[in-house]
C-alpha cells in the first residue's frame, strides 16, 4: 500500500501538478521537493522518474530485476561491489538503468567520478551518451538539481563530455575501438 502511495506521489509531481506552496529553496513544492530527495537517495526511485525525460511515451514498468539491478548499482557506486556483471534478457531495460541514467545518479552524489561506456556498436554507445545528456539538460534535471555542476564549453560532444566539477567526464566508445581507459573512475 505505501508503496503505491509512493507512485502516486512521484507520478503526480511529474505530471506536472505542482499545486501546492513552494519552499524558499528553488521554487519548489513540498511534495516536488520530497520527489527530488527521494531520486536522489535511491536510484530505483531517480529511475523511475527520469524515466519521461529519456522514453517519453512509454510508460514505466517496475519489476524485481530493476529493484535488483539498482541495489546491486548502488553497492557499486558505495565501492561494497568492484566487478559486476548483469545478465538479464534483451528489451529489459538494463542499457537504460546501466548506461544511461545510473552514470547521471552518480554524478548527482560525485560529479567528479569519470565514466568509459562501451557498447557493441558504436550508434549504441552515441545513443546512450546522448540520452544522459537529455536527462540532465532537461528542465525536470535542471529544475531539482540544476546547481550540482553543469557542461564544460570546451569538452560537450555526443560521446565525450564533462562537467565543471573537474574531472568529471562520460566517454562512451564501441568495445572493438582500441581506448586507453586509464584514468576512468568506472568502465563498462
Not at 59 to 86: K, M, P, Y
Not at 108 to 113: A, E, N, V
Request: hydrophobic share 30%.
Amino acid at each position: 500500500m505505501k508503496k503505491r502511495a509512493k507512485e502516486k506521489e512521484v507520478k503526480r509531481v511529474i505530471e506536472h501538478d505542482l499545486d501546492g506552496a513552494s519552499d524558499q529553496e528553488g521554487g519548489l513544492s513540498e511534495s516536488e521537493r520530497r520527489m527530488y530527495d527521494m531520486a536522489e537517495k535511491s536510484l530505483r526511485s531517480f529511475i523511475e522518474a527520469a524515466w519521461p525525460v529519456v522514453e517519453p511515451g512509454r510508460q514505466f514498468a517496475g519489476n524485481w530485476h530493476i529493484d535488483s539491478i539498482c541495489r546491486h548499482l548502488e553497492a557499486v557506486t558505495r565501492g561494497e561491489i568492484l566487478r559486476l556483471v548483469i545478465n538479464v534478457p534483451y528489451r529489459t531495460s538494463k542499457s537504460t538503468i546501466v548506461s544511461v541514467m545510473w552514470p547521471v545518479w552518480v554524478w548527482l552524489h560525485d560529479p567528479t567520478r569519470r565514466f568509459l561506456t562501451g557498447s557493441h556498436k558504436d550508434a549504441l554507445s552515441v545513443r546512450d551518451c546522448l540520452k544522459s545528456r537529455r536527462i540532465i539538460t532537461s528542465e525536470w534535471f535542471k529544475r531539482g538539481w540544476g546547481d550540482r555542476f553543469r557542461f564544460t564549453p570546451d569538452q560537450n560532444q555526443k560521446t565525450r563530455y564533462e562537467n565543471n566539477r573537474r574531472p568529471g567526464l562520460r566517454r562512451g566508445r564501441p568495445c572493438r575501438s582500441r581506448v586507453d581507459h586509464r584514468g576512468h573512475d568506472r568502465r563498462y
